[in-house]
């Protein structure tokens, strides 16, 4: 069974700061990875699709790269701001999602 | 309009209660999925249908049942509802894209037993 990792658990940061929210899995054979973002009230929302044969994928401010055989995952926000705040899940895909319990980020004004 | 829909958006219901959560989506995706969110734990699937005659568990389907009514339709019901299963339910669909397999979530709804 698919084990998903998040770390950290929370963060919060003052506007303006990069950072990199990690994710990792414990079964390396997979379709693809996602990352998600879920606001208050709200369903998820996918960022960004990394397929197995990516490395990495960029929207924006948002970079996420994929290391497969190590079960690896990481999503960079370039530049945070106030409208990034929300909790973001990672989600590696065969067949079916299996998700983490996400980073609740803060981005400060 | 929302692609996928879920009613209700909020539910309060007492012990033993059967309740019915429902779920509709205009994206005309084969494939329906139901989650559970609670703090801390994530999302984790119940049930989940790649087509109108086709209906599987996941992996906490314990205490619930589910119902495809057509493509676009697909209901959770809880027959006997208990505290634990309060919760944040969510419904998903997505197209059986292989490596460009996204999925699409509904508002959720969040169910209080007392």
């Known amino acids: 069974k698919q084990e998903v990792t998040q770390i950290p658990a929370a963060l919060s940061v003052p506007e303006g700061e990069n950072l990199v929210l990690n994710c990792s899995f414990t079964d390396s054979a997979i379709y693809n990875l996602q990352w998600f973002r879920q606001d208050p009230g709200k369903g998820l929302t996918s960022l960004l699709l990394i397929q197995s044969s990516q490395r990495e994928q960029t929207s924006g401010r948002l970079n996420a790269s994929l290391d497969k055989s190590s079960g690896r995952s990481t999503l960079y926000i370039a530049a945070s701001q106030p409208g990034d705040s929300a909790t973001y899940l990672c989600?590696?895909?065969?067949?079916?999602?299996?998700f983490g319990s996400g980073t609740k980020l803060n981005v400060k004004p | 309009d929302a692609d996928v829909t879920q009613t209700p958006r909020n539910r309060i219901t007492k012990t033993g209660k059967r309740i019915m959560l429902e779920c509709s989506q205009t994206k005309g995706h084969d494939r329906m999925y139901w989650y559970r969110q609670d703090p801390g734990l994530g999302l984790r699937l119940i049930y989940y249908s790649f087509d109108v005659k086709d209906i599987n568990k996941g992996e906490i389907s314990d205490g619930y049942s589910v119902s495809r009514q057509a493509q676009a339709k697909f209901s959770l019901s809880l027959e006997s509802a208990i505290p634990n299963q309060t919760a944040l339910y969510f419904c998903a669909t997505s197209a059986g894209l292989a490596e460009k397999e996204t999925q699409y979530f509904g508002p959720g709804t969040r169910l209080l037993v007392l």
């Open positions: 989600a590696p895909y065969r067949g079916k999602f299996y």
